[in-house]
């Protein structure tokens, strides 16, 4: 990755398992996030949440327990939930790239013995995952084949959706709807070819999932993008014109800050 990807674990105390995820994702992947954790009603660190991190050999330097408050105003790629309650009440924060809800038996409570050493396995197992998902999401493309790109092109929906995309830097499938006047399923299947091929890339940003050209094309995809878009279409006038006529587009000054 070029920079840390930053991610925020809430928990209702923020006392042991959003402390456990955060301590986990910074041992397992230092140089790929910058993490931090939050509680709707926070309270102290639980010290046997502390101590079976210590017994993995995970650092718990800097861990102290946080209102959700204290990160007002601060964008995170990731905002990830580790109980019910907090991804109620969390559902609608500001300034998340994408929301994720895990849901974890709180350890305080449990009645099941070594509950804080189950517990903070199960979160380890989750942490691994997503950032092997994450990192394989990131991954350059080194393989996107020219028949590859020519085939995405050769269909006159994928090909107006590319250029608009590449032109407009992303766009969410309500945008591609109204300036493509298609239906919603053709646009989705469509974006489902493109995202598969590996020509785009998908971010959710609150309830809305937004497309671009994905970050880590080969350069000549780019270059071959940037030479059709100078040949001034004028379906791609057309389709520009309606998407700045629609109304109601989602905001991405308060979606993107």
Known sequence: MSQKSRVLFLCVANAARSQMAEALLRHTDPEGYEVCSAGTQPSEVDPHARLALEQLGVSTEGLYS??????????????????????????????????????????????????YTHCLQQIHERIKLFVLVKSKAHAPLQMLAPVTLFKCLADDTRARMTQLIAQEGELCVCELTAALQESQPKISRHLA???SSGLLQDRRAGQWVYYRLHPHLPAWVRQTLAQVLTADDPQLAEDRLRLHSMRD??????LCG
């Open 193 to 195: 070819q493109l995202r």
């Open 66 to 115: 946080k209102p959700l408050e204290s990160f007002d105003g601060q964008a995170f790629d990731y905002v990830i939930t580790l109980c019910d309650k907090s991804a109620f009440e969390c559902s609608t924060l500001p300034g998340a790239g994408e929301y994720i809800a895990w849901d974890f038996e709180d350890p305080a409570t449990s009645q099941q013995a070594n509950a």
């Open 249 to 254: 587009r989602p905001d991405r000054a308060a």
